[in-house]
């Protein structure tokens, strides 16, 4: 394989600067940029640290490498010196074959399998509500995170640990079991989450009733919270079904059920899939075990009252009880027999918890418990750590008045998108079937673009309106531009056969060309540090030099044959990188719209 133009420039730097300065230069220390674009050039080194050798000003020095590079390197066509920075402009026939022999073929932006296998556990839902805005969130951060790092050569183990057990499940099953009348997902027409979650909410408002007639009655709100029938009567079921009682037990396979049927769906409308659902009915007696290793090992002390604890302090974190002092698990036990169990069954090199920031002190706590029991497995966990989602104020309706329902706002996304897409006349020629289709594509690509493109640390606002404009930095406006490529390539009749080889290139394809050759760079970056929005942001820097591009040079009546059938080529590997790019966030692009 030739070496890229950035490892050729490293390699002939070194050899200046021995050539010039009779001194050895470590490649780590040179650094290439992309040009600025207010000045003439496409790669920029940056000379600061050579002038140590040359003992010359950055300026004489900038000068006398530019000149021994472009006598080495062929395709450097000439060069500037702004300060300390060597600006060199790169040959039409670099920028040809970099097009022809690099970004065109099927392999471009391929990566070989590396041989590693990582899990990324995501969506992690309670089975006792549906959905809501801050799941998907979630779901789309570990979907493309996954998609990422298997593009970029890991063997992937999609996972959900679904919480599906513990007294606020079962509030829902008492509270249906109390006010329910036999309803069901059929009887009620509602999906079977959104079933759920009414008793869910159900239960809270009787409770809150009771707290109020116990606070009435002269009890604190303390006292009145534990003393609430309901409440009472929930943990009651919690012990039934700790004790396997099979009336209690029966009920919760049939609640869960309508809601993993919910979810499902819910699934599928996110376009989301799992390789692995690990559920805490079966893990949350896990962990027992490794408290006891811990013990042997003095990782973990008792206290008197016979509670297990660790002091983490040391790690600048506090003392945490790990078993309760009648044997009990808290939530931390399970979790570290359920990372054993992981571990034990994948033996992954990595594992990746895609989980809100709220719980960035727990999973510092994990791993530094992991760690200090030997589990040299965990020096490769990662807390894929994310920050909240917030809607502008009365943008969203929300059924129970808290959060935002996933399927509710999936559903107003697929309408806004039918709205704007009709509003602009750009469904001529659709059959309904297709307009129901282009709708949920756009819907769903400017809902998974507009959360995708943020960073996943920080917190964001969504707009569900600004998302779908058709000329901003949205998921339809990279849409729009796949769709206008492929009409123009459709109206060529182009096949791909043939390489053309034109004369010379403008500045804009020159552009075009620079970043798309960009791709395996950005997939890379992507893929290290678990961030879609790196990818996600780079898909609208084509989009855009795209429709630059194609704004200021003629394709179609392009006069010079080789000329148009260059043309073709580029806009041939726009689409290409731009529908995998997309693919790789979970959106789908659109063949016309």
Not at 27 to 53: A, D, H, M, N, Y
């Amino acid at each position: 394989m030739a070496k890229s133009i950035q490892s050729l420039l490293i390699e002939k730097t070194v050899e200046a600067v021995k050539a010039l300065y009779s001194s050895e230069i470590p490649e780590s220390q040179l650094s290439l940029q992309e040009t600025r674009k207010e000045f003439e050039g496409q790669i920029t080194l940056v000379v600061f640290p050579i002038t140590r050798f040359s003992k010359k000003s950055p300026e004489v020095t900038a000068t006398e490498l530019g000149s021994y590079l472009q006598e080495q390197i062929p395709s450097i066509q000439s060069f500037n010196v702004i300060k300390g920075f060597l600006n060199l402009s790169l040959s039409d026939d670099y920028w040809i074959d970099l097009l022809n022999q690099t970004i065109l073929p099927d392999t471009f932006g391929q990566f070989p399998a590396n041989g590693k296998t990582l899990m990324v556990e995501y969506s992690s839902p309670n089975t006792n509500k549906p959905l809501h805005l801050g799941h998907i969130r979630n779901n789309l951060l570990g979907y493309s995170v996954a998609e990422i790092l298997k593009a970029y050569g890991y063997d992937v183990v999609k996972a959900n640990l679904v919480n599906d057990r513990g007294i606020h499940i079962c509030k829902s099953m008492l509270a249906w079991q109390k006010y329910g009348e036999g309803e069901t997902p059929s009887s009620s027409g509602l999906k079977g989450d959104h079933l759920v979650g009414k008793y869910y909410v159900i239960f809270d408002k009787e409770y809150k009733k009771q707290i109020e007639e116990l606070k009435e009655s002269g009890q604190s709100e303390e006292e009145a919270k534990k003393n609430a029938s309901l409440i009472k009567e929930a943990q009651e079921m919690l012990q039934k079904w700790e004790s396997n009682d099979q009336e209690v037990i029966t009920l919760w396979k049939m609640m869960n059920s309508w809601v993993y049927d919910g979810f499902e769906k819910t699934y599928k409308q996110l376009g989301v899939d799992f390789d692995k659902f690990y559920y805490e009915s079966n893990t949350y007696l896990l962990g027992k075990d490794i408290i006891q290793e811990g013990l042997q090992k003095n990782v973990f002390f008792k206290k008197a009252d016979n509670s297990v604890w660790i002091d983490l302090t040391d790690e600048g974190l506090d003392e945490k009880l790990v078993l309760r002092g009648d044997g009990t698990s808290v939530y931390i036990t399970q979790d570290l027999g359920t990372a054993q169990l992981k571990y034990d069954e994948f033996h992954a090199n990595e594992f990746i918890y895609v989980v809100g920031n709220e719980q960035d002190y727990h999973f510092k706590v994990l791993f530094a418990i992991l760690k200090k029991l030997g589990k040299e497995w965990a020096y490769g966990s990662t807390h894929l750590s994310y920050g909240m989602v917030d809607l502008p104020s009365g943008k969203m309706k929300s059924r129970e008045g808290t959060v935002v329902d996933a399927d509710d706002l999936m559903a107003e996304m697929v309408d806004t998108a039918r709205a704007r897409t009709e509003e602009l006349g750009k469904t001529e020629g659709f059959t309904e079937d297709e307009k129901s289709i282009l709708y949920n594509t756009i819907g769903m690509g400017a809902l998974k673009y507009f959360l995708l493109k943020v960073d996943p640390k920080k917190r964001l606002l969504f707009d569900p309106n600004e998302s779908v404009d058709f000329q901003g930095h949205t998921g339809p406006f990279i849409q729009y531009t796949h769709a206008r490529i492929k009409s123009v390539l459709r109206k060529a009749k182009y096949d791909g056969t043939s390489i053309k080889v034109p004369s010379s290139i403008s500045s804009f394809e020159r552009d075009l060309v620079q970043c798309l050759s960009n791709y395996p760079a950005i997939l890379e970056a992507s893929a290290m540090e678990f961030s879609p929005a790196q990818l996600a942001n780079y898909i609208y820097d084509v989009a855009k030099l795209y429709n630059k591009f194609y704004h200021e040079e003629t394709i179609l009546k392009a006069e010079d044959e080789d000329v148009k059938g260059f043309r073709l080529q580029l806009s041939a590997s726009a689409s290409k990188i731009i529908a995998e790019s997309m693919r790789l966030l979970g959106i789908q692009v659109p063949e016309q719209m």
